[in-house]
T-cell receptor, first 111, second 115 residues
Framework: LAKTTQPISMDSYEGQEVNITCSHNNIATNDYITWYQQFPSQGPRFIIQGYKTKVTNEVASLFIPADRKSSTLSLPRVSLSDTAVYYCLVGDITGRRALTFGSGTRLQVQP | DAGVIQSPRHEVTEMGQEVTLRCKPISGHDYLFWYRQTMMRGLELLIYFNNNVPIDDSGMPEDRFSAKMPNASFSTLKIQPSEPRDSAVYFC?????????????FGPGTRLTVL
């Protein structure tokens, strides 16, 4: 399984852009990169997934360099409600490998 | 769609008792996952099913834990006998093949306390 490394915590203020980087040096050719968000007392929620370059949706953007050994989740103009734990996962989507949630990054957004 | 449904939301039991957690996945999803989350160990995958068949149960801690999926709309996770160290939040999640197993939809979880 590809191991991921993320910062344990980050602080930001409302209205700022937040970038959370995840390292996955031993990512495999078939692996995709997926980010989840978890609020207290709730299950994780899928945010975004990508394989290479850049992916954008209504919630976030995901930047993946050519070597795919890292990825950056970008949250534009965060609000207090973005305070959560963010998990980076790297895995094979074909159904043959289990998924591993690491420790995640605890983002605290302040007014 | 109502999303993934789990019951009960909270369970308090005494050591040695049998505990059964229930999950109803999103209709049409063919993957179902059981996770356990604690402060110490984070979110751990226990077992997952594909088309009601267990695919990987390597995360099941020991023989006291068992999971079944008798049909596409129902799964159970059973702990017998329960121990205090089993206290955790247990999440069920589901996904569909066409979106990939790692695009999962999680339920609200069951908070289990074993006294």
């Amino acid at each position: 399984l590809a191991k991921t490394t993320q910062p344990i915590s980050m602080d930001s203020y409302e209205g700022q852009e937040v970038n959370i980087t995840c390292s996955h040096n031993n990512i495999a050719t078939n692996d995709y990169i997926t980010w989840y968000q978890q609020f207290p007392s709730q299950g994780p929620r899928f945010i975004i997934q990508g394989y290479k370059t850049k992916v954008t949706n209504e919630v976030a953007s995901l930047f993946i360099p050519a070597d795919r050994k890292s990825s950056t989740l970008s949250l534009p103009r965060v609000s207090l409600s973005d305070t959560a734990v963010y998990y980076c996962l790297v895995g094979d989507i074909t159904g043959r490998r289990a998924l591993t949630f690491g420790s995640g990054t605890r983002l605290q957004v302040q007014p | 769609d109502a999303g993934v449904i789990q019951s009960p939301r909270h369970e308090v039991t005494e050591m040695g008792q049998e505990v059964t957690l229930r999950c109803k996945p999103i209709s049409g999803h063919d993957y179902l996952f059981w996770y356990r989350q604690t402060m110490m160990r984070g979110l751990e995958l226990l077992i997952y099913f594909n088309n009601n068949v267990p695919i990987d149960d390597s995360g099941m801690p020991e023989d006291r834990f068992s999971a079944k999926m008798p049909n596409a709309s129902f799964s159970t996770l059973k702990i017998q006998p329960s121990e205090p160290r089993d206290s955790a939040v247990y999440f069920c999640a589901s996904s569909s093949w066409d979106r990939g197993l790692d695009t999962q939809y999680f339920g609200p979880g069951t908070r289990l306390t074993v006294l």
